[in-house]
């Protein structure tokens, strides 16, 4: 399974959110009809949606949102688990903009460090510079958040942040500005992102600003954050308060303030999401996330399953 790929199939169900209404009418559609991140093409010209899990020399074992099951390689004549590479570079180097969503992602797969994440509802970001920009949340493990502002693809702001014990350790700081790093354009970028202070600090670097929240200072939201984001093309993403009160909830019905997603709400919330995209988009979203077994294999979290 690519983790890469993986991701970005996930968050079409959010993107048909964002761009459905209208508030982002400039956005790419979601990725056609399909809701899961590999298919295999069989010998009789069946096509399966779906995960792979494990992809021996003999079989593939392959999990749905309904079963699973392993296919003898006999019976595949081809395996899709890759999406159109060429387009991550042109866009990643776009002047002046931040870095892709699939150029982000496609780094993602490679830490060990990530378990889990999955997609949950935006929480309202009642005041601020983010204030009423739509954006597509990721609960990261336990206690980490990713959020991608505007559209995914030519995002207006990129933003991680951490909850718990790890808001203030700067081991967990250092690997996300390493992280961040790999996908910037300058050395005046990179050197800014390097000289924000941990415990808050405001940069700029050209048409791009960098800034570090400390959680004294991140209001409701709590936790520790770093944003690097387009100031003017931020304020041009913003929406009515009516519009962005259809795309997000209230923090304290999805999260508690370390972090941890509430476990009694989470079916209510992925059922809210999952409502929202049928009702904008006319679809029935599967998949909301993914998680490592104990052999760190991936496995699909579906919208009809708890955590």
């Known amino acids: 399974m690519n983790f890469a790929i993986a991701l970005p199939l996930l968050s079409a169900v959010a993107i048909a959110v964002l761009t459905a209404d209208g508030a982002l009418a400039q956005c790419p559609k979601p990725l056609g009809g399909q809701t899961m991140p590999d298919t295999l093409e069989l010998a009789d010209g069946t096509r399966l949606n ?43 180097m776009a002047p002046g903009h931040l870095p892709s969503w699939r150029g982000m992602v496609f780094d993602l797969r490679n830490h060990d460090s990530i378990h889990k994440l999955q997609q949950i509802p935006s929480a309202t970001i009642k005041e601020g510079y983010l204030r009423n920009v739509p954006y597509l949340s990721f609960r990261v493990n336990e206690q980490s958040a990713f959020n991608i502002y505007g559209n995914p693809n030519d995002p207006v702001a990129i933003e991680f942040g951490m909850y718990g014990k790890q808001r203030k350790q700067g081991k967990y700081h250092r690997i996300v500005r390493e992280f961040l790093a790999g996908h910037l354009q300058t050395r005046e970028q990179i050197s800014t992102l390097y ?41 041009a993403s913003r929406v009515s308060d009516e519009k962005y009160a259809r795309v997000t909830l209230p923090f304290d019905e999805i999260s508690f303030r370390d972090g941890r997603i509430k476990e009694g709400n989470l079916q209510k919330n992925a059922n809210w999401l999952a409502t929202m995209v049928n009702q904008m988009t006319g679809t029935i979203p599967k998949v909301r996330g993914f998680y490592r077994d104990e052999n760190g294999a991936f496995r699909l979290i579906s919208f009809g399953s708890g955590s």
């Not at 995960?51 to 079989?59: F, G, M, T, W």
């Not at 079963?67 to 570079?89: A, C, L, Q, T, Y």
């Open 50 to 92: 779906g995960l792979i899990v494990r992809n021996s020399a003999d079989s593939v074992l392959f999990q749905t949102a309904d079963s699973e099951r392993e296919i003898p390689k006999s019976n595949i004549r081809r395996i899709h688990d890759e999406m159109d590479g060429e387009v991550v570079f042109p866009q990643l």
């Open 195 to 235: 000289s924000l202070a941990f415990a808050g600090d405001d940069k700029k670097a050209g048409s791009l600003a960098l800034r570090v929240t400390p959680p004294q200072l991140a209001g409701d939201h709590g936790g520790w954050w770093i944003c690097l984001y387009n100031p003017s093309r931020l304020d």
